[in-house]
Nanobody, 126 residues
Framework: VQLQASGGGLVQAGGSLRLSCTASGGTFSMYGMGWFRQTPGRGREFVAAISRSGASIAYADSMKGRFTISRDNAKNTVYLQMNSLKAEDTAVYYC????????????????????WGQGTLVTVSS
């Protein structure tokens, strides 16, 4: 499975961005999907995850109410809508696919994911 993330960029604090991650080479609807982010100071951290069915969703506490993960299995794409962005959201954002995810499983551990995209940089200016 190849994952291609896009949608990053420069935005002012309080603004919004929508990240997309499109999968190819596999059966997208069979994979749980997640978003993680990484900075030099904080390392890789969980952002959000969605089960292969879309029925289960998980967010990191600091993203709840600001970020929304969704998926469109017909388009082989998972999205991350990010609102009310803060300077501390600045990071490289990665999408990942979990080939063993259950129908209702939205994994929060990076080690549970088998495939990773190349990352897209989000910079929030204060």
């Amino acid at each position: 499975v190849q994952l291609q993330a896009s949608g990053g960029g420069l935005v002012q604090a309080g603004g919004s961005l929508r990240l997309s991650c499109t999968a190819s080479g596999g059966t997208f609807s069979m994979y749980g999907m997640g978003w993680f982010r990484q900075t030099p100071g904080r390392g890789r951290e969980f952002v959000a995850a969605i089960s292969r069915s879309g029925a289960s969703i998980a967010y990191a506490d600091s993203m709840k109410g600001r970020f929304t993960i969704s998926r469109d299995n017909a388009k082989n794409t998972v999205y991350l809508q990010m609102n009310s962005l803060k300077a501390e959201d600045t990071a490289v954002y990665y999408c990942a696919a979990d080939r063993n995810g259950g129908y209702y499983v939205a994994n929060q551990l990076a080690t549970e994911y088998d495939y990773w995209g190349q990352g897209t940089l989000v910079t929030v200016s204060s």
